[in-house]
């Protein structure tokens, strides 16, 4: 290493040394999670994934201002109505505000049926912060404005197209996203407090602790979860409300999913139960709780960041598929599961694609946790180079 004291460096050198010498202090005192959270902002994929995980948490908490109307909501002028697509210029000529043409019914000639057709000669512009529907902001703070909709209150936009009902499939969407958002996250935690506590007991205790409790994640294992779900819904009273149901699902999501994350804590606590650092806590006198959680669990970290954040895709997954087929959450209650449920008969396929947008949501939360948890494995290596 030179030494910043030699007389022959230039000042340009001294500065330099000087600042490399202030980046090996800042990286030798920072703590593990400072170290992490500088190796995760240098995998951009990760980083892009976070903020698209953002985004939408975001949209989801604040859906009653971000959805221009609510899950319920109906237009029974525009029933199936195809997406509508701001543009700024049209027949009639361009414009430097976005709008959307106004919409008139005539009848399919093939079917017979009434369809909305654009009509070119009205428009409609669009703008932030219009005033609407009086909703409640997480559920207390009142508000009529909404971030987007049409300068006449009498009219609506649909930027995804309406439903057999008439309903806004964009609104219903970022409503739904927040639900099967907050079913992942509060499956996840509690599945993952529940692995720590079984997991962690019977790695540390071992011997007849570790037989009964293996034993019983044995046949949680091997209950087939379709039956399971199956006779759960049917047990689910049907005056429950859409409240009781949304917390029943998420605490049977969470009840049967700790299993294998415990199986794989118990294997790691069993690795390192007998180091010297264990054994030193031991005869110091700590309690079994303070090794579990001060000395042992924070060896294998990184394991356990990479397998909480692989069990949201998993969680999210479980709730969309049960409520696709009927066993989960059901209307009134609105998640990707359920409005994916409108979707899957043909007629639907053929006539009314754009219901199935809320797939691409699905797609898109997997795919990000998957990638976060990419790079939370690599971030959380005590071995990986830091810059």
């Given at each position: 290493m030179t030494?910043?004291?030699?007389?022959?460096?230039?000042?340009?050198?001294?500065?330099?040394?000087?600042?490399?010498?202030?980046?090996?202090?800042?990286?030798?005192?920072?703590?593990?999670?400072?170290?992490?959270?500088?190796?995760?902002?240098?995998?951009?994929?990760a980083m892009l994934a976070a903020v698209l995980l953002g985004l939408m948490a975001l949209a989801g908490i604040f859906a009653e201002f971000v959805a221009p109307y609510g899950p319920v909501t109906r237009d029974t002028k525009y029933i199936e109505g195809p997406p509508q697509i701001p543009k700024f210029c049209d027949d009639n000529g361009c414009s430097l505000r976005p709008f959307i043409n106004g919409t008139k019914t005539e009848r399919d000639p093939v079917t017979l049926r009434a369809i909305s057709v654009p009509d070119p000669d009205t428009r409609y512009y669009i703008s932030l912060f219009v005033k609407g529907e009086s909703v409640k902001v997480l559920g207390f703070i009142p508000t009529d404005r909404h971030l987007i909709g049409l300068d006449d209150p009498d009219q609506k936009i649909?930027?995804?197209?309406?439903?057999?009902?008439?309903?806004?499939?964009?609104?219903?969407?970022?409503?739904?996203?927040?639900?099967?958002?907050?079913?992942?996250?509060?499956?996840?935690?509690?599945?993952?407090?529940?692995?720590?506590?079984?997991?962690?007991?019977?790695?540390?205790?071992?011997?007849?602790?570790?037989?009964?409790?293996?034993?019983?994640?044995?046949?949680?294992?091997v209950v087939p979860i379709i039956p399971l779900y199956m006779g759960l819904a049917a047990a689910m009273p049907k005056e429950w409300s859409t409240t009781q149901v949304y917390f029943a699902m998420t605490l049977i999501l969470g009840l049967f999913g700790w299993p294998t994350l415990a199986r794989r804590i118990r294997s790691q606590l069993l690795s390192i139960r007998n180091e010297d650092y264990v054994v030193a806590a031991r005869l110091a006198g700590a309690r079994p709780r303070r090794i579990i959680t001060q000395h042992m669990l924070p060896s294998f970290t990184s394991f356990i960041i990479v397998d909480l954040v692989i069990s949201f895709p998993y969680m999210i997954l479980s709730e969309t598929a049960l409520s696709f087929v009927g066993l989960g959450l059901r209307p009134p209650s609105v998640s990707w599961g359920v409005l994916l449920q409108q979707a899957q008969s043909v007629r639907a396929i053929e006539q009314t694609p754009w219901l199935f947008i809320p797939a691409v949501f699905v797609v898109v939360a997997v795919l990000a946790f998957t990638v976060i948890g990419d790079g939370l494995r690599d971030a959380a290596d005590p071995y990986s180079e830091a810059k």
């Open positions: 030494d910043m004291s030699d007389p022959d460096l230039t000042p340009k050198q001294k500065r330099q040394l000087e600042k490399e010498h202030q980046q090996r202090l800042k990286y030798y005192s920072a703590s593990q999670w400072t170290l992490i959270w500088w190796r995760f902002k240098r995998h951009r994929a649909h930027f995804w197209g309406t439903d057999d009902l008439g309903r806004d499939v964009f609104s219903r969407t970022i409503y739904a996203t927040r639900t099967s958002l907050s079913i992942g996250v509060l499956g996840v935690l509690i599945s993952f407090f529940l692995a720590l506590a079984i997991g962690g007991a019977a790695g540390f205790f071992g011997g007849m602790t570790d037989n009964v409790i293996q034993r019983v994640t044995e046949v949680i294992r």
